[in-house]
């Protein structure tokens, strides 16, 4: 079984200006591609697990939110770090229209999301990280078992109240550190 680097989008892939679905307002948070390049080079999968309530609120769409999608990966296949996945959960269980008003077990802090790239893609989750930007992320990597939990807060942003991360990081260069498997 392979180890991963699971990442949040909305935050720790790209900076947060909030249900952020075009190309136009995407911005890579800075230190993304390193953070991913010393998780490849130690055999790392890279995967992203995003809710995405702005589809099940009506923001926009799934189509919308393919199409960034597969704009992201083309970036990140661009700078040598492919990803092994993107999993999203669109649903929400108090804001969602439609079909979209539902609970999920993908959506975190349920661990569906890991779970399903345990299952689909090999992943080690007691060997893997977690880097995330709020209390949701930590609680759904520790309730897959996912041992190494950073909580990514830069400069400026407000404290969160969680006891579910292991760690905070203020930059993504720093959370290269923790990549380092446990039995080394």
């Known amino acids: 079984m392979t180890r991963a680097l699971f990442l949040d989008?909305?935050?720790?892939?790209?900076?947060?200006?909030?249900?952020?679905?075009?190309v136009e307002r995407f911005d890579f948070v800075d230190g993304?591609?390193?953070?991913?390049?010393?998780?490849?080079?130690?055999d790392m999968a890279l995967v992203v697990v995003t809710n995405q309530a702005g589809i099940g609120r009506g923001y926009y769409d799934e189509a919308a939110f393919e199409r960034l999608t597969a704009w992201m990966r083309a970036r990140?296949?661009?700078?040598?770090?492919?990803?092994?996945a993107v999993y999203h959960c669109p649903f929400h269980p108090e804001?969602?229209?439609?079909?979209?008003r539902a609970d999920s077990f993908d959506?975190?802090?349920n661990p569906g999301m890991l779970l399903r790239a345990?299952?689909?893609?090999?992943?080690?989750?007691?060997?893997s990280v977690m880097v995330?930007?709020?209390?949701?992320?930590?609680?759904?990597?520790?309730?897959a078992g996912v041992p190494v939990r950073a909580l990514y807060r830069p400069a400026g942003?407000?404290?969160?109240?969680?006891g579910d991360h292991t760690h905070v990081v203020a930059t993504l260069h720093d959370a290269r550190a923790l990549l380092v498997p446990p039995d080394r």
Request: proline share 6%.
């Open 32 to 42: 993304i591609f390193e953070l991913c390049g010393a998780a490849r080079v130690l």
């Open 9 to 22: 989008r909305d935050g720790v892939v790209n900076v947060d200006h909030g249900y952020v679905h075009t």
């Open 76 to 84: 990140f296949e661009r700078e040598g770090v492919p990803l092994a």
């Open 118 to 127: 345990r299952d689909e893609l090999g992943v080690a989750l007691g060997r």
């Open 157 to 162: 942003a407000p404290p969160v109240a969680d």
């Open 95 to 100: 804001h969602g229209i439609g079909r979209y």
């Open 132 to 143: 995330g930007d709020t209390a949701s992320d930590m609680l759904a990597a520790r309730r």
């Open 107 to 109: 959506r975190k802090p």
